[in-house]
T-cell receptor, first 113, second 111 residues
C-alpha cells in the first residue's frame, strides 16, 4: 500500500461510452500525475498537476480529460476512446513537482472494445 | 529530450546469485533518479531514490549507484530470491521534466 488509491482496478468500456478513472492520495502531496503504460513501451506521462493547476499536457488527445478538484483527488474522464487506448493507467503523487520521491497507485487496467 | 535505456531487457538467474541491472540516461542534468519494482499487472513500488548530489543509496539487499556525469546508474541485488522476480524500472527527473522512464528489466529468479 503506497498511499495512492486508484479506482476502478479494471474497466471494460465500449468506444461510445463515457467513464472516469479516480485517483486519491492522503499523503499531503501537492503534485499528481497520470501515466499510461502500454505493452512493450516505457511509461508515458500524460498530465501533471501541481497545487491543483495543470502544468503539463503531454500532447494527449482530447478524448482524455483530466480534472483535479483538490490536491488529494485526480480524475481522468474518458469518452469515445479507441481500442489502442487499452492500457494500464497509473496515477502518481509527489510532495512537489521536482526533486522528490514519487509514489504510484496500483493502476486501472482499461480495455476498450 | 531525456531518454532512459535499461539493459538487459530480461534476465534469468538462479536463486542466490548477485546481479546488476543497468540504467543510462542521455541528459546528465537530472534532479534525481528513482528505481521502481513492478509486479505483473500491478502498480509501481518505489525501491530507492538517489538525489543528484548522491553517489549511492542502500536498502536491505539493494544498492543503487549513480554516476551523473556519465549518465549511468546500476541497481545491485544481493543474494537474489524468487520473490525478487518482477520488472525493475529506472526513472529520472529534471528541472522541467517529471519522471522519464526506461522500458525496464524483467527479472526471473529461479528456485
Amino acid at each position: 500500500e503506497t498511499g495512492v488509491t486508484q479506482t476502478p482496478r479494471h474497466l471494460v468500456m465500449g468506444m461510445t461510452n463515457k467513464k472516469s478513472l479516480k485517483c486519491e492520495q492522503h499523503l499531503g502531496h501537492n503534485a499528481m500525475y497520470w501515466y499510461k503504460q502500454s505493452a512493450k513501451k516505457p511509461l508515458e506521462l500524460m498530465f501533471v498537476y501541481n497545487f491543483k493547476e495543470q502544468t503539463e499536457n503531454n500532447s494527449v488527445p482530447s478524448r482524455f480529460s483530466p480534472e483535479c478538484p483538490n490536491s488529494s483527488h485526480l480524475f481522468l474522464h474518458l469518452h469515445t476512446l479507441q481500442p489502442e487506448d487499452s492500457a494500464l493507467y497509473l496515477c502518481a503523487s509527489s510532495p512537489d513537482r521536482a526533486n522528490t520521491e514519487a509514489f504510484f497507485g496500483q493502476g486501472t487496467r482499461l480495455t476498450v472494445v | 529530450k531525456q531518454e532512459v535505456t535499461q539493459i538487459p531487457a530480461a534476465l534469468s538467474v538462479p536463486e542466490g546469485e548477485n546481479l546488476v541491472l543497468n540504467c543510462s540516461f542521455t541528459d546528465s542534468a537530472i534532479y534525481n533518479l528513482q528505481w521502481f519494482r513492478q509486479d505483473p499487472g500491478k502498480g509501481l513500488t518505489s525501491l530507492l531514490l538517489i538525489q543528484s548530489s548522491q553517489r549511492e543509496q542502500t536498502s536491505g539487499r539493494l544498492n543503487a549507484s549513480l554516476d551523473k556525469s556519465s549518465g549511468r546508474s546500476t541497481l545491485y541485488i544481493a543474494a537474489s530470491q524468487p520473490g525478487d522476480s518482477a520488472t525493475y524500472l529506472c526513472a529520472v527527473t529534471g528541472r522541467n521534466t517529471p519522471l522519464v522512464f526506461g522500458k525496464g528489466t524483467r527479472l526471473s529468479v529461479i528456485a
